[in-house]
T-cell receptor
C-alpha cells in the first residue's frame, strides 16, 4: 500500500518561530511537492523537487524553503513563521508529471501560527 | 501562465448525472488531471487526459478539448459518497490546480 506520511496532523506555533514540516514517501518516487490549501484559493504549489538535493520554486515560495537530502524525505521550512502562513500543508509524491503519473498526497498538516 | 476556472459549488440529486466543467487559458500543457477531495482528507487521483476525447472509468468520465480550452468531469448514478470537491489540474513540468468545485449531493 503506497504511503506518504507527514510528521504532524496539527501544529500550533508562535509568530517568528522556525517551523519544520516533514514528509516521507515509501514509493521510491523521484518527484516530491509541497502545497498549501486555503479556502477560496485552492491548492497552491510552494516548492517541488525532482531529485535529491534539487529544488524548484512553485507559485508561492516566499517565506518558505525546502530540503531534500534523501530521496524519500522532503522537508518544508518556515524560517520565521507569520500568521498569514496559517494553512493546511499537503505533501505529495509521484512519478514524472509529464507522463501523466498521478500524485499521491499525504494526510496534511494543519498549521496555526499565533 | 495558466488560468484555470471551475464553478465554486454545484448541487445534484442522488442517482442523477452531473457535469463539472473546467476551462483554462494556457500556452501549452502535457495533460489534464481530475482529483477528488473529501472534506478533511487529501486529494485522490480520478483521471488523466492527454488526447482530446472522452475517457470512461466506471461511473466517472473525463473529457478534454484542447482546441476549446475545456474539460469536464461527468459523474453518473450519483451516490451520497460523491459529495466532495473536484479539482481540475494542468500538467507540464509541475501540476497546477484549479480552485476546485464543491459538489453537494441531495437525497
Amino acid at each position: 500500500d503506497v504511503k506518504v506520511t507527514q510528521s504532524s496532523r496539527y501544529l500550533v506555533k508562535r509568530t517568528g518561530e522556525k517551523v519544520f514540516l516533514e514528509c516521507v514517501q515509501d514509493m521510491d518516487h523521484e518527484n516530491m511537492f509541497w502545497y498549501r490549501q486555503d479556502p477560496g484559493l485552492g491548492l497552491r504549489l510552494i516548492y517541488f523537487s525532482y531529485d535529491v538535493k534539487m529544488k524548484e520554486k512553485g507559485d508561492i515560495p516566499e517565506g518558505y524553503s525546502v530540503s531534500r537530502e534523501k530521496k524519500e524525505r522532503f522537508s518544508l521550512i518556515l524560517e520565521s513563521a507569520s500568521t498569514n502562513q496559517t494553512s493546511m500543508y499537503l505533501c505529495a509524491s509521484g512519478g514524472a508529471v509529464t507522463s501523466g503519473n498521478e500524485q499521491f498526497f499525504g494526510p496534511g498538516t494543519r498549521l496555526t501560527v499565533l | 501562465g495558466q488560468n484555470i476556472d471551475q464553478p465554486t459549488e454545484m448541487t445534484a440529486t442522488e442517482g442523477a448525472i452531473v457535469q463539472i466543467n473546467c476551462t483554462y487559458q494556457t500556452s501549452g500543457f502535457n495533460g489534464l488531471f481530475w482529483y477528488q477531495q473529501h472534506a478533511g482528507e487529501a486529494p485522490t487521483f480520478l483521471s488523466y487526459n492527454v488526447l482530446d476525447g472522452l475517457e470512461e472509468k466506471g461511473r466517472f468520465s473525463s473529457f478534454l478539448s484542447r482546441s476549446k480550452g475545456y474539460s469536464y468531469l461527468l459523474l453518473k448514478e450519483l451516490q451520497m459518497k460523491d459529495s466532495a470537491s473536484y479539482l481540475c489540474a494542468l500538467a507540464d513540468d509541475k501540476i497546477i490546480f484549479g480552485k476546485g468545485t464543491r459538489l453537494h449531493i441531495l437525497p
